[in-house]
């Protein structure tokens, strides 16, 4: 079922040829700048698949030192530029259109490393020649992403079916050791969407995270009563850390420094 990378065109727009020129024009200049960058989201999804779906924007990924390089380029050309969140995400913007220059990750979780540059996969976005998220950290980047109004467990899936054979699944499970049920939910998912491709994924894969259910019955439930649920969305799980008083995903909701607010 592996798809070979292919070619969006600006059928992949939804703003028609403004964007398109838009979208070339940035790409194009990433590439003249020679600041190392990855072409993520949902034109990585397309690449990888086949799949030619419109996104609102571009996803360009690079390592958090490299952002305001590519920032700088930018701003040289013509473009504005802002710091939506100097924690993982910039843009650059003309008028309406905008693209997302990416580092890390809203929840903190999936920081753009040196890892994401090892391998070369190539496409042609708006024929323009880039590099793409490998298939492992696409699938990383978007394992968190499960908010009420968006949900990237379909992306997931896809770049699977289309790339189970160049995913490096002991990595995956590096990056979501913590998070080993995250990556258990999706690839349940995936087998039950694709019975038939089954074995796509490695069966040591699945026998290590069912493993590791087993274990977890055999061990004290935690004293913490966490809610880990903001590391998908802050908004739909406040409740539990505002009202009900669990402690969130990254401490004691009620706690700083050691002392109750």
Partial sequence: MARKP??????????????????????????????????????????YTGINRGTKDIDIFCRAGDYPRILKQAADHGFHTEVEDERWIAKIKRG?????????????LAPVTDLWFQQQHRCRVFGVPV????????????????????????????????????IDWRRLLSYLDVHWEVLLVHILRFRYIYPFARDAIPAWLVDELVGRVRLQGTTPLPQKKACRGRVFSLADFEVDVTEWGFADAVGDEKKIGGEKR
Avoid at 6 to 34: D, E, H, K, T, W
């Fill in 6 to 47: 292919g070619r969006i065109s600006s059928n992949g727009s939804p703003n028609g040829s403004a964007a398109a020129a838009f979208y070339r024009a940035v790409l194009a200049m990433v590439n003249r700048s020679r600041i190392p960058a990855l072409v993520g989201g949902g034109y990585a999804v397309n690449c």
């Fill in 96 to 108: 309406k259109l905008f693209c997302d220059v990416i580092f890390g990750s809203a929840n903190l």
């Fill in 131 to 166: 590099n793409l998220i490998p298939p492992t950290e696409l699938i990383l980047s978007k394992a968190f992403i499960m908010d009420r109004i968006k949900f990237d467990g379909n992306d997931i899936v896809h770049v699977i079916l289309a790339k189970h054979g160049v």
